[in-house]
């Protein structure tokens, strides 16, 4: 674990660009006693660069926190992108708004508060056009529903990356109780089960452990 920490540092100190807004979002986060479950910045900047590769111009997220992630991933839109961000928590979302608003994204950034599952099922009903990328960062129990969601909501080319689904190697315990992880194993073999989804899982050490994330292409 320390080793895999001075690695993260050593990209943070030479290729990770966490600037003022990004470190306002982590302090002001700390400020008001949100949880560390942030992203790391070479994960945050990571994701940015997927964007980007995606050509994503709509980008749907779910749980925001206090918009960490969020920033990195808005960076990445062209001027006429949008990302919709949700957040179960009231307190979190109102620090989000803030952080997103530091960092001059709030023209592009919508924040949602409420159960991502809900949000999700009025954005169909409203008729949302598809996102290009999904990126699903909320209740891990969810995700099998988050998925069925999420493909509502997807188009051929659309990217779906399901974070945090290695949890310290429980994934491969079949015995697990833990609702987390009983969550994404069953998301991670709906994955396997959908005709139109190609995927792959990746395990990740860092500053934030041992973890890993799925990621999907919509076909
Ligand atoms: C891992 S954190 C998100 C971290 C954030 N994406 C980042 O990297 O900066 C998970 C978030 O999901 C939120 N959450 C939990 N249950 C939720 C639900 N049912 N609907 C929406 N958000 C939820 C939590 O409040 C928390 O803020």
Redesign the pocket.
């Known amino acids: 674990m320390e080793t895999w920490e001075s690695v993260d540092d050593f990209f943070s100190a030479t290729i990770v660009r966490e600037d003022d807004a990004l470190l306002n979002a982590l302090r002001e986060s700390r400020k008001h006693g949100l949880p560390e479950?942030?992203?790391s910045p070479a994960q945050g900047q990571f994701l940015y660069i997927l964007a980007k590769m995606a050509k994503a111009k709509r980008i749907l997220?779910?749980?925001?926190?206090?918009g960490?992630?969020t920033i990195w991933l808005a960076r990445a839109l062209p001027d006429d992108g949008a990302l919709v961000t949700?957040?179960?928590?009231e307190k979190?979302a109102e620090v989000a708004r803030g952080n997103i608003d530091y960092a001059g994204l709030s023209d592009k950034v919508t924040v949602m508060q409420g159960?991502?599952?809900g949000l999700m099922k009025s954005l169909v009903a409203g008729g949302e056009p598809p996102f290009d990328m999904i990126f699903i960062?909320?209740?891990k129990p969810?995700n099998p529903l988050y998925l069925e969601l999420a493909l509502k909501l997807s188009a051929r080319g659309t990217v779906i990356f399901g974070d945090?689904v290695v949890r310290d190697g429980e994934l491969a315990n079949a015995q697990s109780t833990d609702p987390k992880v009983r969550g994404v194993r069953e998301y991670i073999a709906d994955l396997g089960r959908s005709p139109n989804i190609i995927s792959t899982g990746l395990q990740t050490v860092g500053c934030k452990g041992y973890d890993g994330f799925t990621i999907s292409i919509v076909e």
């Open positions: 479950w942030e992203v997220e779910l749980g925001t926190l206090g960490y992630s949700l957040e179960y928590d979190y159960a991502a599952a960062d909320a209740d969810n945090n």
